[in-house]
């Protein structure tokens, strides 16, 4: 159950950074894929369901967005986020400190319900494809909710025995499934050039409606946000960049040439092959199935291409195609959870806001399952109900990408890139906030997650305080003589803490006089000095870099970070172990009250250094005799 939570902050979970084995980027396609293309099993009915003889021009609309506004963005997230992290990695480092991470926590929030509602639509979905099968028992359109709880655990039950992406998989469901999609659409669009009459229909009543097309437009344009699902699958396309087989000539680990073109190309062909099955599927959708089949409990209800499949191609072919959507979508599960399974433990223990458990994949599959379950019952296996929810957390996602790209143009001070992405960004605020205003849904379930994520990681944050942060801790070559020297010479190693100032030589020697007089430091013992530099407090794990200093003629050693008794605590560690001799370090009290140095540990880093300093080796080093020594005066 634990195995992988003994990782470092280095652990990346399905899409790590270093994979064994990488994939021609058409491959890789395939894998972002399950989810993108999949949305066509319930796309076309949803958006006639929200736009009605308005569908095709609300998914022009749609399209363009996709071509002139995700892609673009996404584009640059590859270029700038190459190591499979995504906008949310990019957002954070453009956003430090505390703020950057409350922002993170709420879109992983936003991200979480992203991924939960593409498993359970998606299975729900299934669910409608297998009910509605003219084969299929009758009584199977009466478990709906059974049906997809049984799809959920069964993707469970693979990823509890321990998923790895299988591509090769991935690109025979994509490579069947657009097959057969194509032939439905061409056979639809057939009939559509054999039948004209249906195109005046159309237009007729679309006219008879909406009279002005610009009304048309207009009307379009609000209820594109309805049709946001279309948008599915960017994010899913830049976490899976580490599985792009690159260019060995161009490709180094600080910038991947080879693997950012391959994603780009990866990004691009996916997005022009699903605008074109957007666009002709709405038009033969529109075009051919009657407004009412649409409806809550028509037939073609969140499945109109399957329905033209059965209805132009026979049972026979619309069985394979709907047997082919059911593995799609079941497998379009598979790839949001790996998502997941890749997003929380990169980004929630490494800031200590999770236990050390949620490293490991099985615990979270179990929490991720249960609560596949409770968005099921709660919806009732509806997929018109999850709509909503799964285009807010698309939405917001694109969104932040968006806001993200346009930051770094400003912060390359790239102008034209930052009017062109900002027109984007407030494109996509428009739209989520219409979404949001129409289908409150997502922002409510989002909001669950976002509450649960900060809450558990407050608590967690509280409860992991002391414990050593330093997923590595590196000493120079002056450090260590300084260290080897009073080990070798005298037996011991005596350290006085000092906080960064002036670095003159009188403020060392007054430092140095009182520790002595004050702890009783031998004349004839060498000291020297540690000193912690501010960092980003709000980090919790830190690559610590320890360097040896000659200052003034005194020996400083000083370390860069946010949390500076964990930061103390570790070096004690490593210098004990690099002396072969248990180090003392000498404080004094800090002034204040001690509840407001305790929260400002907790949230600066800083507070009552030496008890707390003391506390951290008393739960990292239980052998009284091998723990270094706090002395305080």
């Known amino acids: 159950m634990l ?52 569908s095709p021009i609300a998914t022009i609309v749609l399209v363009l967005v996709t071509l002139f506004g995700a892609l673009p963005v996404y584009r640059r997230v590859a270029q700038d986020s190459f190591k499979g992290a995504g906008s ?79 591509i090769g998989i991935a690109v025979g469901l994509v490579a069947v499934y657009l097959t057969l ?90 997005a022009i092959i699903m605008s074109s099955f957007l666009i002709t599927s709405s038009i033969a959708t529109t075009f051919l199935i009657p407004q009412r089949e649409f409806q809550p409990g028509g037939q073609a209800n969140g499945r ?29 599960g598979a790839s949001a959870m ?12 490494r800031y200590g806001m999770a236990p050390q458990w949620a490293r490991a994949t099985r615990p979270l599959v179990i929490i991720f399952t249960l609560i596949a379950f409770a968005i099921t019952i709660l919806f009732e296996a509806n997929v018109d109900a999850q709509g909503g929810a799964y285009a807010t957390g698309v939405l917001v996602l694109i969104t932040s990408a968006a806001l993200a790209v346009t930051l770094s143009a400003r912060r390359k001070q790239q102008r034209k890139r930052v009017v062109a992405f900002g027109v984007i960004t407030v494109v996509f605020v428009y739209t989520t906030v219409a979404n949001v205003i129409e289908r409150p849904d997502g922002v409510r379930i989002a909001a669950v997650f976002i509450v649960a994520i900060v809450v558990v ?55 140095g006089r009182e520790e002595r007089r004050d702890s009783g430091i031998p004349a004839r013992v060498p000291t020297m ?48 172990d690099i002396a072969g001799v248990v180090p003392s370090i000498y404080f004094e009290w800090n002034e204040g009250s001690p509840i407001q140095n305790a929260l400002r540990f907790v949230f600066t880093g800083v507070g009552d250094v030496a008890p707390v300093t003391r506390e951290v080796l008393r739960e990292a080093e239980p052998d009284v005799h091998r723990r270094p020594t706090v002395h305080v005066s």
């Not at 790996?338 to 223990?349: I, K």
Request: net charge negative; proline share 5%; charged share 15%.
């Open 88 to 166: 949310i990695m990019m957002l954070e480092k453009l956003l430090p400190w505390w703020a950057g991470k409350l922002f993170v926590l709420v879109l992983l929030g936003f991200a979480v319900t992203d991924f939960m509602i593409t498993m359970t639509l998606s299975a729900a979905d299934a669910t409608a494809h297998i009910a509605e099968n003219p084969f299929t028992p009758h009584w199977f359109t009466e478990i709906p909710v059974p049906l997809t709880l049984a799809l959920l655990l069964l993707l469970g039950i693979v990823f509890l025995r321990g998923f790895k992406e299988a």
């Open 181 to 270: 999609n194509a032939v439905v659409v061409a056979v639809a669009l057939w009939h559509v050039f054999e039948r004209p009459v249906v195109v005046d229909d159309w237009w007729t009543g679309l006219t008879t409606q909406h009279s002005n097309p610009l009304v048309m437009i207009g009307i379009a344009l609000v209820v594109f946000p309805k049709l946001a699902l279309g948008l599915s699958g960017f994010e899913t396309g830049v976490a899976v960049m580490p599985q792009v087989r690159g260019d060995a000539a161009d490709d180094t680990s600080a910038r991947p040439e080879g693997r950012i073109r391959g994603t780009r190309r990866l990004l691009t062909t996916a």
């Open 457 to 511: 990681s407050l608590v967690s944050r509280v409860r992991r305080s002391f414990e050593l942060r330093a997923s590595s801790i590196e000493l120079d070559a002056v450090a260590r003589q300084f260290i080897e020297a009073d080990a070798d010479q005298f037996s011991s190693v005596c350290i006085i803490a000092n906080e960064p100032g002036a670095g003159t030589a009188e403020a060392y020697r007054s430092k």
């Open 3 to 54: 195995h992988g939570a003994d990782q470092g902050a280095s652990h990346q979970g399905p899409h790590q950074v270093e994979v064994e084995k990488t994939h021609s980027w058409w491959r890789v396609m395939c894998l972002t894929g399950v989810d993108y293309f999949s949305t066509l099993g319930y796309q076309p009915a949803i958006a006639a369901l929200a736009a009605g003889l308005l």
């Open 304 to 332: 109109a291409l399957a329905f033209l499949a059965h209805e132009y191609l026979g049972n026979v072919f619309g069985s394979v195609y709907d047997f082919s959507t059911v593995a799609i979508l079941w497998f379009a």
């Open 529 to 576: 000095f540690l000193e912690v530099l501010p960092a980003d407090s709000s980090d919790f794990e830190e690559d610590l870099v320890v360097e040896g200093h000659v200052v003034q003629g005194h020996r400083v050693l000083r370390v860069r970070s946010g949390n500076v008794p964990n930061t103390i605590a570790s070096t004690l560690l490593a210098v004990r």
């Open 338 to 349: 790996a998502g997941l399974l890749n997003l929380v433990p990169r980004f929630l223990p």
